[in-house]
Each structure stands twice: as structure tokens, then as C-alpha cells.
T-cell receptor, first 110, second 112 residues
């Protein structure tokens, strides 16, 4: 059983396109996150949702829009993709304090 | 807000030797300090964590120490093996806060 899953694992697309990444957790947690990891490996938090409500938005461009249809899902939609959006995007889910990461989505913008 | 500094950024040790990675944090209200290991192409995985009411925690070859007065915590890996090669991240969480603040990561290489 995969605790936190993401799809797709790889995403290659042209500049200007719109794409979505989906995340699901089966841990029963209330809080989920999106992180961006660039080529230097730094883990940068983007958003957090608690029970479908946005609680953290770390000055991410408006082109990025998270959506949480229920507390087990947190999807990320990106409009008008730019070269600088190329990175690995990780979804995570939080229990009491511990965070569990999904497998990541490697996004390449050409 | 919280700030976490991690050193060194790269570390190379001989197989069988020990490795130590250090982190400092800025906010004395932080009370939870996890360590994550990220192998190449994989997700970060929690390997050990410590809370502010404990000074040291061990799990087989891995240990974490916390000095609340100095606001720093360290990861110790003994008898290193090739499979310990990875990027390690420390993090800190302020009590009541919703997010972890991560260090910059340490790339650990174990030389056979």
C-alpha cells in the first residue's frame, strides 16, 4: 500500500502549456503539502492545505493553483509553464508532526 | 520566522568511518527536529526524529543529539556503509506551526 502517491512520475511539456499533478494519501491525515525541489536539491515549500482549506501559500506565482477536493487529495495545476518551473515536485502528508513524501513528479519544461 | 542552517553541504567518508552532519535553528520555540534521507531519484524519507524534551535518540547506527541551549542538533551515522550515500536534510518545526523548515541538505558519499 502506497501511503502518498503522485501522478504522473514524469512530465515533459512545452513552454506556455498548462499541466496538472495529482496527489493522494491514504494515511487519514488532515494536512497536505506541495514542495518544489530544484537542481540544487533545496526543498522549498509551496502550499499547504488542512482539511481542504489553504493554510500556507509561500509567495508562489499565481500561475500555480492548488486544489483540494477532499482531505485525501491535493492537486497542483500550473498555467503558462516557464523554463524555470522545471524541477521535481513533491507532495507530502502530515500526521502529528511527521511528514511523509510522495514519490515526486519530475517536470521538464522545454 | 524559523531559519535552519545545515553543514557541511558535502561530506565524503571512508566506509566504516563515522559521519556527522550539523544543523542550527533560530527559533527557540522549535520543538520537533526530523532528519530525512533522500537517495538519488527517490523521495525524502524520515530516518529519525527528536523532540525538544529529549537530548539524544538512537536507532541502530543512527543517532541524533539536540542542544537546546545552543540551538543546534546533529545526525551521527556510525560504521558507514555504501548504502548510506544520499542527501540528508535536517528540519525544524515551531510548536503549533504547520510547516517544517528544512536545511539546505548534505550530500554524503561513502567511499569503499
Amino acid at each position: 500500500d502506497t501511503a502518498v502517491s503522485q501522478t504522473p512520475k514524469y512530465l515533459v511539456t512545452q513552454m506556455g502549456n498548462d499541466k496538472s499533478i495529482k496527489c493522494e494519501q491514504n494515511l487519514g491525515h488532515d494536512t497536505m503539502y506541495w514542495y518544489k525541489q530544484d537542481s540544487k536539491k533545496f526543498l522549498k515549500i509551496m502550499f499547504s492545505y488542512n482539511n481542504k482549506e489553504l493554510i500556507i501559500n509561500e509567495t508562489v506565482p499565481n500561475r500555480f493553483s492548488p486544489k483540494s477536493p477532499d482531505k485525501a487529495h491535493l492537486n497542483l495545476h500550473i498555467n503558462s509553464l516557464e523554463l524555470g518551473d522545471s524541477a521535481v515536485y513533491f507532495c507530502a502528508s502530515r500526521g502529528q508532526d511527521e511528514q511523509f513524501f510522495g514519490p515526486g513528479t519530475r517536470l521538464t519544461v522545454l | 520566522g524559523e531559519n535552519v542552517e545545515q553543514h557541511p553541504s558535502t561530506l565524503s567518508v571512508q566506509e566504516g568511518d563515522s559521519a556527522v552532519i550539523k544543523c542550527t535553528y533560530s527559533d527557540s520555540a522549535s520543538n520537533y527536529f526530523p532528519w530525512y534521507k533522500q537517495e538519488l531519484g527517490k523521495r525524502p524519507q524520515l530516518i529519525i526524529d527528536i523532540r525538544s524534551n529529549v537530548g539524544e535518540k538512537k536507532d541502530q547506527r543512527i543517532a541524533v543529539t539536540l542542544n537546546k541551549t545552543a540551538k543546534h542538533f546533529s545526525l551521527h551515522i556510525t560504521e558507514t556503509q555504501p548504502e548510506d550515500s544520499a542527501v540528508y536534510f535536517c528540519a525544524a518545526k515551531i510548536q503549533g506551526a504547520q510547516k517544517l523548515v528544512f536545511g539546505q541538505g548534505t550530500r554524503l558519499t561513502i567511499n569503499p
